[in-house]
């Protein structure tokens, strides 16, 4: 039986992402696959358990049924860390993890396992990712993120935890190389690597579409209420806009599909919001969405006019700097109903990465 695991360098350079696209591909060649994601940080209540929610994602759009439970056996919850440390047990959890994958890995033709951060990531619970890639006897394909000179710093020092525990590295993946420097990027890191005896798989160009969270993604990540609008919660957010300004300097900054955030008493710059359309003849906002801050609810004639508009109008308690602040810092996840995004990535995947040299080494 085959076995690939997909690390990384760090959390969100997009190993959630290649995986996906690995198994979307690597499905029209084997028949029989299996994925576990053996240590999951976050985690979803599914049927009554805690289930690692790119688990969920991986069972629902690739059709892996594996059983949930065995495709995510260790689930760190609030406070796992510090129990373990007071009463460590690596027992316990190296035997959840072996008798999951068993059961996972019975008359697969391959099984991807997904890894959770970088190469050290679980050693203060005795399973670091190299650990556990050693546990279950798989090579290794390590994820970065763009650039040159950090990137690859990154993965020479993955690669060397991996390689301690006896972990052998097939090669690399660089994901979210900026268009504009992808021709430069793509030959440099390959030299790079080159030199340092690292094969580089594919280097994937940034796709801003996959960074995009919906507004329902910011409403499930932060404590925000929906005001207004709640059948239009999955439009997409390509730009934030902080209300910030005078109204007639807000007009230029506001482009299509963007989420303004401002303080509910500032009715001029909801106004000139509510004003400004992509297209004048079917009279569709240039805004998604609208996040009002400082617990401010507007006026009612001008609560009437959001009510009105179609889009999903959210109230925030914090104050606007706050709001943005959060807001910006949220980590957009590919989700089963994504289903442009999902497509996206099959084709990124497909179009960057080779498959030959991969199913060459495994």
Same mark, same amino acid.
């Given at each position: 039986?085959?076995?690939?695991?997909? %690390?990384?360098?760090?959390?969100?350079?997009?190993?959630?992402?290649?995986?996906?696209?690995?198994?979307?591909?690597?499905?029209?060649?084997?028949?029989?696959?299996?994925?576990?994601? *053996?240590?999951?940080?976050?985690?979803? !209540? !599914?049927?009554?358990?805690?289930? /690692?929610?790119?688990?969920?994602? @991986?069972? #629902?759009?690739?059709?892996?049924?594996?059983?949930?439970?065995?495709?995510?056996? +260790?689930?760190?919850?609030?406070?796992?860390?510090?129990?373990?440390?007071?009463?460590? /047990?690596? =027992?316990?959890?190296?035997?959840?993890?072996?008798? %999951?994958?068993?059961?996972?890995? #019975?008359?697969?033709?391959?099984?991807?396992?997904?890894?959770?951060?970088?190469?050290?990531?679980?050693?203060?619970?005795?399973?670091?990712? %190299?650990?556990?890639?050693?546990?279950? $006897?798989?090579?290794?394909?390590?994820?970065?993120?763009?650039?040159?000179?950090?990137?690859?710093?990154?993965?020479?020092?993955?690669?060397?935890?991996?390689?301690?525990?006896?972990?052998?590295?097939?090669?690399?993946?660089?994901?979210?190389?900026? *268009?504009? =420097?992808?021709?430069?990027?793509?030959?440099?890191?390959?030299?790079?690597?080159? &030199?340092?005896? @690292?094969?580089?798989?594919?280097?994937?160009?940034? /796709?801003?579409?996959?960074?995009? *969270?919906?507004?329902?993604? +910011?409403?499930?990540?932060?404590?925000?209420?929906?005001?207004? $609008?709640?059948?239009?919660?999955?439009?997409?957010?390509?730009?934030?806009?902080?209300?910030?300004?005078?109204?007639?300097?807000?007009? &230029?900054?506001?482009?299509? /599909?963007?989420?303004?955030?401002?303080?509910?008493? &500032?009715?001029?710059?909801?106004?000139?919001?509510?004003?400004?359309? &992509?297209?004048?003849?079917?009279?569709?906002?240039?805004?998604?969405?609208?996040?009002?801050?400082?617990? @401010?609810?507007?006026?009612?004639?001008?609560?009437?006019?959001?009510?009105?508009?179609?889009?999903?109008?959210?109230? %925030?308690?914090?104050?606007?700097?706050?709001?943005?602040?959060?807001?910006?810092?949220?980590?957009?996840? +590919?989700?089963?109903?994504?289903?442009? #995004?999902?497509?996206?990535?099959?084709?990124?995947?497909?179009?960057?990465?080779?498959?030959? #040299?991969?199913?060459?080494?495994?």
């Amino acid at each position: 039986m085959r076995k690939i695991f997909i %690390a990384a360098t760090k959390q969100n350079d997009g190993k959630t992402t290649v995986s996906l696209g690995i198994i979307r591909y690597l499905q029209q060649k084997f028949s029989k696959m299996g994925f576990i994601k *053996p240590i999951g940080q976050r985690y979803l !209540e !599914e049927e009554g358990l805690k289930i /690692d929610e790119d688990s969920i994602l @991986i069972e #629902k759009v690739c059709g892996i049924k594996s059983g949930l439970k065995d495709m995510s056996p +260790i689930a760190v919850e609030k406070g796992f860390t510090e129990k373990y440390i007071t009463k460590p /047990d690596k =027992k316990n959890i190296t035997k959840q993890i072996q008798d %999951a994958f068993r059961r996972i890995s #019975k008359n697969q033709e391959l099984v991807v396992i997904e890894g959770t951060g970088h190469a050290g990531v679980g050693s203060v619970f005795d399973h670091s990712n %190299a650990s556990v890639a050693k546990l279950l $006897g798989s090579k290794v394909i390590i994820i970065s993120s763009g650039g040159v000179g950090r990137p690859i710093d990154e993965i020479v020092l993955n690669k060397a935890l991996f390689e301690k525990e006896g972990v052998k590295v097939l090669g690399v993946i660089v994901n979210k190389v900026l *268009p504009g =420097k992808f021709d430069k990027i793509n030959s440099l890191v390959r030299k790079g690597l080159e &030199r340092k005896g @690292i094969e580089v798989l594919g280097v994937l160009p940034y /796709d801003p579409v996959l960074a995009r *969270p919906s507004i329902e993604q +910011i409403l499930e990540e932060t404590d925000f209420e929906v005001i207004s $609008g709640k059948d239009f919660l999955e439009r997409p957010v390509a730009k934030v806009i902080v209300a910030a300004m005078e109204p007639r300097d807000a007009v &230029r900054y506001i482009t299509e /599909d963007s989420l303004m955030i401002t303080p509910g008493d &500032r009715e001029d710059m909801i106004m000139i919001a509510l004003k400004s359309f &992509r297209d004048s003849a079917n009279k569709k906002l240039k805004i998604c969405g609208m996040v009002l801050t400082c617990d @401010i609810t507007p006026s009612g004639p001008v609560m009437e006019l959001l009510t009105q508009a179609n889009i999903p109008v959210l109230l %925030a308690k914090a104050d606007t700097y706050d709001v943005a602040t959060v807001v910006h810092d949220i980590t957009v996840k +590919i989700r089963p109903q994504d289903k442009e #995004k999902i497509e996206r990535v099959e084709k990124l995947i497909k179009e960057n990465v080779d498959f030959k #040299k991969i199913l060459s080494h495994i």
